[in-house]
């Protein structure tokens, strides 16, 4: 890449570390940004700022907030006794547009990938374990994972070690694409997923 003054380059580099996107795209927003008005630059530089000074992770459910604990956490209208185990926050909000769900979340941080580095320690299965054992109320698991490989792997992994608590084990019914993410479901699809979910034996 030619050589562009630093403020250009350090942004370039800030890009090129968002997924999907490569120096040479990197290069086009930042040239895209160039062209925008000053007050517009700022409005984007303290929306970042805010996104680190002013979320915070639930420390019950592991979604981002704004407050101590989420909006779903703290509604006393959401159904306790089922708990929906997801991979990412991103799926809390795909599940809720279906309407469908009432009951609480679990955000994994992710599904087994050990080439990529991802191991039993690295999702928060330990912190889903806990929360069961503290939580009695809790009477359904539903193991919301995409229907990938890895999404499998995870949920077999879950279903053997959550069965010694005693609590119902549901899936998502096939119904969703198979390799795709839920990220990419469209709610009919996840809706139908939800309702006819199957019991783990
Ligand atoms: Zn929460």
């Known amino acids: ?85 997801v991979e990412e926050p991103r799926d809390i909000s795909t599940i809720e547009s279906t309407g469908f769900y009432h009951g609480l979340y679990h ?18 299965g330990k912190e889903l374990y806990a929360r069961l054992h503290s939580d009695p109320g809790i009477q359904e698991i539903i193991l919301a994972l995409s229907p990938t490989v890895q999404g499998e792997m995870t949920i077999l992994y879950l279903h ?11 899936r998502l019914a096939r119904g969703l694409p198979v390799g795709s993410t839920l990220e990419f479901a469209d709610e009919i699809s996840l809706g139908d997923a939800l309702s006819g979910r199957k019991k783990m034996s």
């Not at 955000?107 to 928060?124: F, Q």
């Not at 070690?161 to 609590?167: A, S, W």
């Open 1 to 85: 890449m030619r050589r562009f003054p630093e403020p250009i380059t350090n942004l370039v580099a800030a890009f090129s570390r968002l997924p999907g996107v490569g120096p040479k795209t990197a290069l086009r927003y930042v040239f895209y940004l160039l062209k925008q008005p000053k007050a517009d630059l700022e409005i984007m530089a303290r929306a970042l700022v805010n996104l680190g000074e002013r979320i915070n992770v639930c420390p019950r459910c592991f979604t981002y907030t704004q407050r101590e604990l989420c909006e779903i956490c703290e509604d006393p209208k959401r159904d306790a006794s089922v708990l929906c185990v």
């Open 107 to 124: 955000v994994l941080g992710g599904v087994l990938n050990p080439i990529e580095g991802m191991t039993p320690d690295a999702l928060r």
């Open 160 to 170: 053997k070690n959550l069965l010694p608590l005693g609590r119902q084990i549901t």
